[in-house]
Antibody
Framework: DVQLVQSGAEVKKPGESLKISCKGS????????IGWVRQMPGKGLEWMAI????????RYSPSFRGQVTISADKSLNTAYVQWSSLKASDTAMYYC???????WGQGTRVTVSS | DVVMTQSPLSLAVTLGQPASISCRSS???????????LNWFHQRPGQSPRRLMY???NRDSGVPDRFSASGSGTDFTLKISRVEAEDVGVYYC?????????FGPGTKVEI
């Protein structure tokens, strides 16, 4: 079975950095796009960025370019998204998903508050 | 970005009765591979989204056959033939033909 397992919930202060992870199993991680989707409290789903782990080709949604960095370590079957300086508006649930939306992680809740 | 719209945004349904959700895109969703990349997702409260349908009308494994979908070009529909209690939640359409992929605003289905 294809599985995506994300890192645990985070509570951070504005200005802090953060890197969350998503480990894939049950499929060839290298040859499928994997990406991150944001869901702000009570809101809908927004694609942030995707990466092809085989060659690290990346695509960013214009709304998120410069705000986050996506990466992947194919030796660990793990994708990441990171922030260098969090804002309160980054408070949300973050999901990793395969590029076609077939499989989803359980979500990582990020809370940014002073 | 391709704008996805859905109607209705909220739907009160009766158990055993049919339901239908419409999704419209601002551009045609035919990809360079010749396929139309329109997917449907269901999200129950407190859960991750789950893909129900891919490439317009293909049902994912384990999805009950009371779910069906159709459409072409810019107009798409998801239908539930007989609503069950487990069908409550929010339904999203998503286009994957043009990056960034975009979701519709969601349709909240309540019994």
């Amino acid at each position: 079975d294809v599985q995506l397992v994300q890192s645990g919930a985070e509570v951070k202060k504005p200005g802090e950095s953060l890197k969350i992870s998503c480990k894939g199993s049950g499929y060839n991680f290298t040859i499928y796009w994997i990406g991150w989707v944001r869901q702000m409290p009570g809101k809908g789903l927004e694609w942030m960025a995707i990466i092809y782990p085989g060659n690290s080709d990346t695509r960013y949604s214009p709304s998120f370019r410069g705000q986050v960095t996506i990466s992947a370590d194919k030796s660990l079957n793990t994708a990441y998204v990171q922030w260098s300086s969090l804002k309160a508006s980054d408070t949300a649930m973050y999901y990793c998903t395969t590029g076609d939306g077939y499989a989803w992680g359980q979500g990582t809740r990020v809370t940014v508050s002073s | 970005d391709v704008v996805m719209t859905q109607s209705p945004l909220s739907l009160a349904v009766t158990l055993g009765q049919p339901a239908s959700i419409s999704c419209r895109s601002s551009r045609t969703l035919v990809f360079s591979d010749g396929n139309t990349h329109l997917n449907w997702f269901h999200q129950r409260p407190g859960q991750s989204p789950r893909r129900l349908m891919y490439k317009v009308s293909n049902r994912d494994s384990g999805v009950p056959d009371r779910f069906s979908a159709s459409g072409s070009g810019t107009d798409f529909t998801l239908k539930i033939s007989r609503v069950e209690a487990e069908d409550v939640g929010v339904y999203y359409c998503m286009q994957g033909a043009h990056w960034p992929a975009t979701f519709g605003p969601g349709t909240k289905v309540e019994i």
